[in-house]
T-cell receptor, first 112, second 113 residues
Framework: ELKVEQNPLFLSMQEGKNYTIYCNYS?????LYWYRQDPGKSLESLFV?????AVKQEGRLMASLDTKARLSTLHITAAVHDLSATYFC????????????FGTGTLLAVQP | GAGVSQSPRYKVAKRGQDVALRCDPI?????LFWYQQALGQGPEFLTY????????KSGLPSDRFFAERPEGSVSTLKIQRTQQEDSAVYLC???????????FGDGTRLSIL
């Protein structure tokens, strides 16, 4: 059974600081996604990571994937208040279904 | 609109009532997924359609849950004899095909009293 774990579950940080969210998954998968969710809103796709060593960056967010360690990281650089949201990683279960298995999420609160 | 549309946005029902939740996927998307998101948790897979065929319903929590997509477009998730533990946000997602990114709707927040 594929399991996805994120840490930390809650992250309070000051504007301008850097931090990293970690996502571990238990079995082999061919792709990993990062999503953002604002309160009461749906999931916004941030990154899709397809291969070992993949690195993608968008603004202050950078995601990377190590398939050998079954680890993905979401690095936040010089945080700003607008980044406050819940961040989920999700792993593709594969097979015919292509369903996603989500982590528990990381609630990020950026304080001024 | 161009995105996945779900209705209603909010639904309140008394325990024991039946509810029906609707999902309009992005036009042309063959794959459609339903997920359940409990408060403070990540979404959990319920069921998957490819066109009108329901290929995976392994995530449906009980036989009170039923989903259909008769013409390969709009889908309905039905919950019979609702219980309090059914309270959650129900998310629908669609994709252009296998292994394509899933696009999520805004969800239906279901509250069972």
């Amino acid at each position: 059974e594929l399991k996805v774990e994120q840490n930390p579950l809650f992250l309070s940080m000051q504007e301008g600081k850097n931090y990293t969210i970690y996502c571990n998954y238990s079995t082999t998968s061919d792709r990993l996604y990062w999503y953002r969710q604002d309160p009461g809103k749906s999931l916004e796709s941030l990154f899709v990571l397809l291969s070992n060593g993949a690195v993608k960056q968008e603004g202050r967010l950078m995601a990377s994937l190590d398939t050998k360690a079954r680890l993905s990281t979401l690095h936040i650089t010089a945080a700003v208040h607008d980044l406050s949201a819940t961040y989920f990683c999700a792993v593709n279960y594969g097979g015919a279904t292509n369903k996603l298995i989500f982590g528990t999420g990381t609630l990020l609160a950026v304080q001024p | 609109g161009a995105g996945v549309s779900q209705s209603p946005r909010y639904k309140v029902a008394k325990r024991g009532q039946d509810v029906a939740l609707r999902c309009d996927p992005i036009s042309g998307h063959v794959s459609l997924f339903w997920y359940q998101q409990a408060l403070g948790q990540g979404p959990e897979f319920l069921t998957y359609f490819q066109n009108e065929a329901q290929l995976d319903k392994s995530g449906l929590p009980s036989d009170r849950f039923f989903a259909e997509r008769p013409e390969g477009s709009v889908s309905t998730l039905k919950i019979q004899r609702t219980q309090q533990e059914d309270s959650a946000v129900y998310l629908c997602a669609s994709s252009a095909g296998a292994h394509q990114p899933q696009h999520f709707g805004d969800g239906t927040r279901l509250s069972i009293l």
